[in-house]
């Protein structure tokens, strides 16, 4: 049994659907995902392993927010020169990126505890460090999971006039250097989030092209004290101890840190040469795969051999399994993965995988460089297949 992967990207930027009036589907045979999920279920099974509550996770939240901690108060109350508060600063920032990658996406996406004040608790941690883990839900867990690479739906691919990511996205002059300017902007992920991007949704109702229901209730007052939380900790205590001047140089210097970091783990997962960027068939304006081919069309597994990697960025090097199995916590990612490759290989479904993390990023690189181009100069490989001269 095999499925026909085949896709073809388009040249020029087709008109972006309008997300207010369209609700995408996606093609109903599901017989891949059903013998999937039933092969993983029988190996958890057959294990005795649960898929949530792991021990392992519960030790390494405690490890990376005693370092958060250990970090913070160093940086606030110990730092004694720039140099040495500089590479505190960044250790703080990588450890803010751990807890995104780490204990928050777990418990934002129920992966973390078959309870669910456990998953609620943990994902209250993103608003400790900055973000809104309301609107997160919505971003992320919804829009992206649902409708990875999908121009106009997906809004993890969305940076407005500052990027193009996707061929079905407009092209503007400034691209032609997005292959060296983005890795700067990338900096500013954090800090957008910090002061910018999360109260901008809350007052236009909108993530990207998408409308989302604002927090009311519990939801609106964790979004209030969550953000007064993290402005204490960012600005409030340090302002009682350093100069503005300072504050302001090491709230930057962390924030850049934890940005890139989040920025790059993403971008090497879906925004890369190997991945697809389906756009809706053109007369039913649905999606012509099942939903779990379109996982494996739209994502990219890098680095899988590394140990210390994996750890670090909370199982996202093994983003197909992640995708495919959003509830299953990622220490369990390495043996899932062996079960899913086999499991294409047997139905003739590509899986696609980078050996490290470098062939990742020079993936990403030369993905910028191509949608760089104007749309009237396009490369061979983002041609329709049958415009590629023979």
């Known amino acids: 049994m095999s499925f026909d992967l085949s896709h073809r990207r388009t040249a020029a930027a087709a008109p ?31 294990s005795g392993t649960r898929q949530r509550d792991s021990a392992a996770m519960y030790l390494k939240t405690a490890v ?46 129920q992966a973390y ?3 669910r004040w456990i998953n609620r608790l943990m994902a209250l941690t993103l608003d400790l460090v900055g973000g809104s883990s309301y609107i997160w ?20 691919i969305d940076l407005g006039v500052l990027g193009r990511l996707s061929p079905e996205q407009p092209w503007r002059p400034w691209h032609r250097w997005q292959h060296l300017y983005l890795w700067v902007l990338y900096g500013v992920t954090a800090i957008r989030w910090h002061v910018y991007g999360d109260f901008r949704d809350m007052i236009t109702g909108r993530v990207g092209e998408r409308p989302f229901d604002r927090p009311h209730g519990w939801d609106l007052v964790g979004f209030v004290i969550g953000k007064l939380v993290f402005f204490t900790l960012a600005f409030g205590l340090p302002l009682m101890l350093h100069s503005i001047g300072a504050v302001l140089l090491f709230y930057t210097t962390t924030s850049a840190v934890a940005g890139v970091l989040l920025a790059l783990v993403f971008q090497m997962a879906h925004v ?69 490759e086999a499991t294409c ?4 479904i590509t899986y696609r995988t980078h050996r490290s993390f470098a062939a990742g990023i020079a993936s990403h690189y030369r993905w910028l460089r191509q949608l760089a181009m104007p749309v009237d100069v396009v490369p061979p490989a983002l041609l329709p297949i049958d415009a590629v001269p023979h």
Not at 28 to 42: K, M, P, Q, S, T
Request: hydrophobic share 45%; charged share 20%.
């Open 16 to 46: 972006l659907p309008d997300a207010l009036s369209e609700r995408l589907k996606f093609n109903g045979d599901n017989r891949f995902h059903r013998e999937l999920r039933r092969r993983v279920d029988a190996q958890f099974k057959h």
């Open 345 to 348: 290989r047997e139905y003739g």
């Open 272 to 340: 890369v040469e190997e991945a697809d960027f389906p756009a809706p068939n053109a007369q039913s304006r649905q999606m012509d795969t099942p939903w779990a081919i379109h996982q494996l069309e739209t994502t990219v597994d890098f680095s899988r051999d590394s140990r210390v990697l994996s750890w670090l960025i909370g199982g996202l090097n093994f983003q197909i399994e992640h995708h495919l199995f959003p509830r299953i916590s990622h220490v369990h990612y390495p043996a899932v993965a062996r079960v899913v």
């Open 113 to 115: 505890s078959d309870r």
């Open 137 to 156: 839900q919505w971003k992320h867990a919804r829009f992206h999971h649902t409708w990875v690479n999908v121009a106009g739906h997906d809004s993890d």
């Open 64 to 109: 990376i927010l005693a370092m958060f901690a250990a970090s913070y108060i160093a940086l606030v109350f110990f730092a004694t020169n720039g140099w040495l508060a500089l590479a505190i600063s960044t250790v703080l920032g990588s450890t803010v990126a751990c807890i995104g990658f780490n204990v928050m996406h777990d418990g934002g996406h």
